[in-house]
């Protein structure tokens, strides 16, 4: 590698909430482009840096990184930034809402995108085990919205942020043509935040390089990548 950090990733995959923490973090990476459409996530390369063939890892000079929540927390303690210090008193309140985030939120919205994978192939069963996954991340967000503070508002900025804005972003646009009822605004603190990190020149960067449009949380569009695809 020619920089600290190896990012392995498919635009608008998760491998973006990454992304996004490198850029706000300033710290140099290049990058490896996972081609989904030929399925290079399942290739046995890539198998040996990540054996569930999920997308993103992260290589490092300690070592290679998967699951998102864990490269987050290990950038952020890294680098001293976007997350309590292990010995800070916020440091067990940060890390409920994160593992609240990767294990929870965002299994909700991973079932409702791939419901075949965990009811089979009848549709009625993918039909409602998406529609119930749906409602429960709005439930979700309702959690975040009202009890989820200091954290996701533009005075306590963390790695969570960029999570949460990719998770409403995700929700806003998948299953293509079966994400109807779901509005940011009803989240209105939440909202907040997408609003503020569209500013941010951490997510302008982030969103040339995946063609991820000029807000790509408060109006989200399908991506338009210079390189790969998004599925």
Not at 134 to 156: K, M, N
Not at 211 to 226: E, K, R
Request: with cysteine.
């Amino acid at each position: 590698m020619t920089a600290p950090y190896r990012l392995h990733y498919a635009p608008d995959n998760a491998s973006v909430i990454v992304r996004l923490t490198l850029e706000e973090l300033g710290v140099p990476y290049e990058t490896a482009l996972l081609e989904r459409s030929k399925q290079a996530q399942a290739a046995p390369a890539y198998l040996a840096l990540n054996p569930g063939g999920l997308i993103p890892t992260l290589e490092t000079p300690e070592g290679t990184i998967f699951e998102t929540g864990a490269i987050l927390l290990w950038l952020a303690d890294r680098h001293g930034r976007l997350a309590p210090a292990p010995d800070a008193p916020a440091r067990g309140d940060f890390l409920k809402w994160l593992f609240y985030l990767a294990n929870t939120a965002h299994t909700a919205l991973r079932m409702s995108f791939y419901p075949e994978k965990y009811v089979g192939p009848d549709q009625g069963a993918q039909d409602l085990l998406r529609a119930t996954m749906q409602a429960r991340f709005a439930g979700h967000l309702d959690i975040l919205e009202t009890r989820a503070t200091p954290w996701f508002s533009t005075d306590c900025p963390s790695v969570l942020d960029y999570y949460l804005a990719c998770l409403m972003r995700w929700r806003a646009l998948y299953p293509e043509g079966l994400c109807s009822g779901y509005d940011a605004n009803a989240w209105p603190r939440l909202y907040r935040l997408l609003e503020h990190l569209e500013t941010r020149p951490a997510t302008q960067r982030a969103a040339l390089a995946e063609g991820l449009g000029a807000q790509p949380f408060t109006a989200p569009d399908y991506c338009n990548p210079p390189e790969g695809s998004a599925t």
